[in-house]
């Protein structure tokens, strides 16, 4: 089998899913902590009108696992930048995103995207080179990860 080479897009897609999956886990529940009321027991007259209840559908354990997997990542990264990867993940709009880390929407962007960069070249089993900007990180990513014939 062949190893996973990384790139900033295929982290994305694992942060997107992780996050999909994180969102899909049942609520933890309480132990101590039980009802005492009966169940109701709907008539069919209670129940006309009403919609149909959301089915949730549970993750898959692989699916768990590559989420469980896939929250590391983020571990040594800025908190400004690992925020805005996760927010991202989770599907917020840039305006929320720039509202909370009180960043404008280029500087978010780039935070996100040299994020992304940092993960996939981590994962690659490379290092960043210490004391170059963010933009000489991404541009040093990207090249390394377009296909060559």
């Not at 599907?91 to 996100?112: D, Y």
């Amino acid at each position: 089998m062949a190893e996973t080479r990384w790139t900033p897009s295929l982290v994305e897609e694992r942060l997107v899913e992780a996050a999909s999956v994180l969102k899909r886990l049942p609520e933890p529940k309480l132990q101590g902590y039980y009802n005492l009321w009966p169940r109701i027991i709907y008539e069919f007259s209670d129940l006309v009108g009403q919609g149909p209840r959301p089915m949730r559908v549970l993750p898959s354990p692989q699916a768990i696992s590559r989420m469980e997997e896939t929250l590391t990542w983020t571990v040594g990264l800025d908190p400004v930048d690992g925020k805005i990867v996760w927010m991202r993940a989770f599907g917020e709009r840039w305006k929320t995103i720039c509202w909370t880390v009180g960043l404008q929407r280029s500087a978010a962007h780039e935070h996100w995207l040299y994020a992304l960069c940092v993960i996939a070249w981590r994962l690659n089993g490379r290092h960043i080179p210490k004391r170059r900007s963010k933009r000489y990180v991404i541009d040093m990513v990207r090249a390394a990860c377009v296909d060559r014939p």
